[in-house]
Structure formats: C-alpha cells, structure tokens
C-alpha cells in the first residue's frame, strides 16, 4: 500500500546531501529573467524586513520566513523523483552556486560551505544534487571557475537557458547583500526560506497529487477572484454577461505570450496608474501598494476601490469594459514589439535584449483614456527612449541596472508620468536625463568614468557586448543596410558574435608602450578595443597580429571592417553618413595605442549619437 508524507523543509533540509532525479519527459527547464528578477526581489524584501546592521548572525534564527511553495516528489528504488517544483529547485541550485562565488569574492569570514547543498563527490567523482545528464557540463562549468564551456555549443535549450539565468542572477542579485549582509543572507535563505515537500512511493499518487493541486482542486487564482469582484459589483445580469466575455477574449490574447501574462499585465497595470506608495527599502519597512499589488492585486483592489475611482456599479462598468480591454491592448503592443524588432518600436525590443522589466508599468503610466491609438503610441515609444538612454548612461558608468538597485526610482518616475501630454512628457525626461549625474564623455571632476574608462570585466561583458551591437547595428542602418541588431545579439544562430580583442593576448608584441603585462591589459580591454565577430573568427585568426588579420576584417559588420580602407573606397553612402554625422572613422593600417585611442573616442561619438536625449524629440515628432 502507497503512502503519502508532506513535511515542512528548509531549503537545508532539501538539498544538503540529497539526490533528486528527474524523469526524461519532465526536465525541461522553463523560467525567464522575469521569474528570476521576482525570486530575488522576493527573497530580498523578506530578508531585508529583519535584517540590521549591528545584528550578529546568531539572530537570523529570530528573523521572518519565506515560503517558496511545494514540491512533489515519487519515491522509487531508494531515489527521490521530482514530480513539481524543478523549477524552484534548479534555480535554488543557480542561485547557490552563485552565493558560493560572491562568498569567495567577498572573502567572507567564517562563510558558509555550500557544496553540500550543490553536488557531491564520490570515487573522486563530482555528481549534482539535481541530477540529470545532460546538465553537468554546464553545471560543472558554472560550479568551477574557468572551466571552458559554450552555451551555443549545448543542443539541449533547457541548459542553455539555465546558463542565461545564472547570468540573470549574476546582474540582478541586490548590490546592498554583497556586503556585510551576505553571510546573514546565506544563512538565512538556508534556514528561513522553507518549501512543502510532499512524497509517495507512488508514481500514480504522485501524478494524482500533481493534478489535483494544478487542475481538479485548484483554487481560485488572484485573477479569477479579481474578475469576480468587479462583475460582482455590476448588478444588471446581462452586463455581467458582456462583461465576462470582454474579459474572456483579452485574457485569451494576453495568454499568447504565456500562462502567467494575464496576472502579470494586470500588476503592471495597477502599478503604472494607481500605486501610490512603495515599501522602503530597510528593516521592517512594511510593504505597501506596488508590492501589494505584486502579490495580492485581487485584494488591493477591493482594498482601494475609491483611490481607483470604484464607487458606483458604472465605475465598475466602464472599468472592466473599457479600461481593461483598452489597456490589454497597448500592454499587447509592448510584448510584440518586445519580441520581434519592429520599425518605430525599436527602444522596447532593446530594452527586453537589457531585462529592463520595469519597462511595462513605465509604457503605460502616461497614457490617458482619452488617447487615440497614435497618442498612446507616441508616448511608449517616447517612455521606452528615455529608459534606453537612461540605462546606456548608467551602465557606461558602471552604475547598476538591476531591478533593486532602480525601483524605488523607477516608481517616483510612474507616479510622475502619468497623465501628462506628449510635450509635457518629453520636456520632463529630457530634465531628467539633464540632471542624471552620468553621460558618455567621462568628465573626473564630476566622478563621471563614460566610455573613456569602459572595460571589459564580468560585470561590464554583457552590457558591451549590447552596446558594440547597437553601434553596429546603428552605422549600418545609417549607410541604408537592414538592422541586424536581434542577430548580433542572438545566441540561437550557428555561429554567434562574440566580443572579439582586435589586440591579441601577446603582451610580448607591445612592449615598446607598455610597461608591464598589467597595464597592457587594462588597455587592450577598453572598449574601444573591441568589436563584434561571429564565433569561430577569434579561433582562426584571433592570435594572428593585427596587420595579417586586418585584411579579414573586410568581410565582416561594418564596425570591423573600417578598420581597413577598403571599407572608405567606393562607399558613397558610408562616406556621406561619416560627413553629416561628423564622425572621426578612419582606417587603421597598424593598431598602435593611439589607434585604440581614436577608435575609443569614435566610439563614444557613437554613443552620444545613438542614445542622444534628442531622440524624444524625434519620437514626438514621428
């Protein structure tokens, strides 16, 4: 006879020194940037709620919880299968991996030793605590400093995909918990962060438990409840009706982009035109609308239904009839444009490339009922400008991007947006970027670094690797060629683009300007000496000095190739784009310091064209 167990667990108790597999059909990994941004802005509002200062790590056993959810597992031949939850528990895994890194980093004192939680060792063996296959390459990868692994070479998606949200957690993991709160935080999330695990050593309970919780027995999901209550409130039977299927039909578009669309359109919504407050950002700080809304929209709703205008059943009408469907519209407007480069829209697709998903209540925020379909367009596109420059200007100055680092600016933005006319937007973000203490040209007496002093490192690679895209991708759409930006960027093509050094790594070839392998470093790692190339370029010519590889440079993006003078002859319109813009292009027969020099300040000019504030104008304008 089967049974059937449901414990509470730590994530302790979960992964240290346990096995789990994964059955074949099951193993596909899912989760996106979005999920990820969330889990950790979740993980850190909770910690954050008890965490102090001058608290000593014994009195993190005192602070509050967090509850991940469950996971059902199948017992067989002595072996834990997972039936739900690999989701959370491989990208619990990631983040630990991660968290065993940033501990070395930071050389924390007495650090928490997490590899029992990630693999163990057998036989001198290393095998993962989730183990499946055709993860341990990457998974060894990520675990070992150094070791050599592509994700482009993986034909599995899943894995790929789980080496882009390392990455994720890398970029978006909060700045203020790789200090003194890192080792509170491991112990914590250790300790304090707990999952329902229920087991059976039946594989029929297990699926039987699975589709209860997701389908038979499912309860109402804080968009059901959400609709009930408005139509609740409407008392005429046949509006109700109408109403419904309104609903019904947009929800289904919505759906299109994925399961979890409609509630996530809805907690943008809310958020760009009725939040009035943000939970402060230090211990004990209660949360308040945009976090509400972020968990409980349903019942923030009910709440403040005066702060939404709900006081009458024809507020209820018009809110369910023409502000939802008219919204579901523009939201669905921005997820195209997010997922396929489209003319006009082009700042909304860069913005996805960069995980800026504050993007959505940023979109919305400014525009009005009372905005014809081209109004409403104009002013997301003037919106999605101003974040493109915004987090180009931060970014070349070394100033984070990720979600907890800019919310609470980014709400005070929404709340400052909304409503306001499409020359009445533009004047405000261009005062905006006017006192963002950050631009392109580094100026030392304002502490600004710019694109003088951007380098290649961990933390910058794949911002640059966006911005040698964009000025790519930019020159080349001036000379009247197809943008081919999304392909410069993508990771799905046979042979991706990479950062390519123009210097080799032979600091023995330029002693004669350097005076140690250090300095060269520095150097050779400045942007602009760097371009883009397809993958497999830098292993057949990369080692080459740059006068024998200059000449293959010719049949590459523009960028590369006007490093050579072929690139100048007979190129009407490369030449007429270089006088109007008034660019310092020229070709570099020998790359000598001063030739990186040139193409640094080239390149800045670029970017101080590209992301120039007068782009709003423009986008008022078109």
């Known amino acids: 006879m089967s049974y059937v167990r449901a414990d509470e667990r730590s994530v302790r108790q979960l992964l240290q020194g346990r096995k789990y597999g994964i059955d074949e059909y099951q193993r596909e990994y899912k989760w996106d940037s979005k999920n990820i941004t969330e889990l950790l802005d979740d993980l850190h509002g909770r910690f954050t709620d008890s965490y102090d200062p001058g608290h000593e790590r014994a009195e993190v056993e005192h602070y509050r919880g967090y509850f991940l959810g469950s996971i059902i597992l199948s017992q067989r031949n002595g072996r834990d299968y997972i039936v739900d939850g690999q989701q959370r528990l491989t990208s619990l895994t990631l983040l630990l991996i991660y968290l065993r890194h940033l501990q070395d980093e930071c050389d924390v004192e007495n650090a928490t030793k997490l590899d029992d939680f990630i693999c163990s060792t057998r036989y001198g063996r290393r095998s993962f605590n989730l183990d499946v296959p055709e993860r341990e390459r990457c998974l060894e990868a990520l675990y070992t400093v150094g070791e050599p692994y592509d994700p482009a070479d993986d034909s599995d998606e899943s894995v790929r995909n789980m080496h882009a949200r390392y990455a994720d957690i890398r970029e978006q993991f909060p700045d203020d918990l790789k200090r003194r709160a890192l080792p ?49 409130q409407v008392p005429d039977p046949s509006e109700r ?23 996530d359109f809805i907690k943008h919504w809310l958020r760009a035109k009725y939040a ?84 959505y209540p940023l979109l919305m925020g400014p525009i009005t009922p009372e905005d014809d379909q081209e109004t409403a367009a104009r ?49 405000f973000l261009k005062a905006r970027l006017a006192d963002m203490d950050a631009d392109f040209s580094g100026a030392p007496d304002r502490d600004r670094l710019g694109v003088p002093d951007l380098r290649l490192n961990q933390w910058s690679k794949r911002y640059i690797r966006h911005i040698l895209a964009r000025l790519t991708a930019y020159a080349e759409v001036q000379c009247g060629m197809p943008n081919h930006f999304p392909e410069y960027v993508s990771r799905d093509i046979t ?121 709003l104008d423009q986008e008022a304008a078109t």
Not at 335 to 355: D, I
């Open 184 to 232: 509170h935080f491991v112990d914590w999330l250790l300790e304090k962060v707990e999952l329902v695990e229920i087991a059976t050593d039946s594989d029929d309970d297990a699926y039987i438990i699975f589709e209860t919780m997701n389908d038979r027995g499912k309860t109402l999901t804080p968009t059901d409840m959400l609709k009930g209550y408005l139509l609740s």
């Open 379 to 427: 002013k997301m596109r003037i919106m999605a400008t101003y974040i493109d420059i915004f987090t180009a200007q931060r970014v070349v100055n070394y100033m984070s991007v990720n979600y907890s680092t800019i919310v609470y600016t980014m709400f005070i933005l929404m709340k400052e947006i909304r409503g306001r006319t499409v020359p009445e937007l533009v004047a």
């Open 495 to 615: 042979k991706p683009y990479e950062i390519e050094h123009i210097w080799a790594d032979r600091y023995e070839r330029h002693t004669d300007e350097f005076d140690g392998p250090d300095e060269f470093q520095r150097v050779r790692n400045q942007i602009g000496g760097l371009i883009l190339l397809p993958r497999g370029f830098n292993q057949s010519f990369g080692d080459l000095p740059y006068a024998e590889k200059r000449k293959h440079y010719v049949s590459q993006n523009l960028l590369a190739r006007s490093l050579h003078e072929d690139c100048y002859d007979h190129n009407p319109s490369f030449q007429h784009f270089i006088q109007s813009a008034g660019l310092p292009f020229q070709p570099h027969p020998q790359f000598k310091r001063a030739d990186l020099e040139a193409r640094q300040k080239l390149y800045q000019r670029l970017c101080e064209l590209v992301w120039s504030p007068d782009r």
């Open 276 to 359: 009035q407050s943000i939970r402060e950002r230090k211990r004990g700080a209660v949360p308040r609308d945009f976090d509400i809304i972020g968990t409980a929209f349903h019942k923030w709703v009910r709440d403040n239904r005066d702060t939404i205008g709900l006081r009458t059943s024809a507020d209820f009408r018009r809110f369910t009839g023409e502000l939802f469907p008219r919204y579901v519209s523009e939201y669905t407007r921005i997820r195209q444009a997010e997922e396929t480069l489209t003319k006009g829209w082009e700042a909304v697709y860069y913005n996805a490339h960069n995980n800026f998903t504050l993007q």
């Open 241 to 263: 009706t109408e109403l419904n299927q309104i609903w019904k039909k947009r929800m289904l578009e919505i759906a299109a982009f994925g399961r979890e669309e409609g509630a």
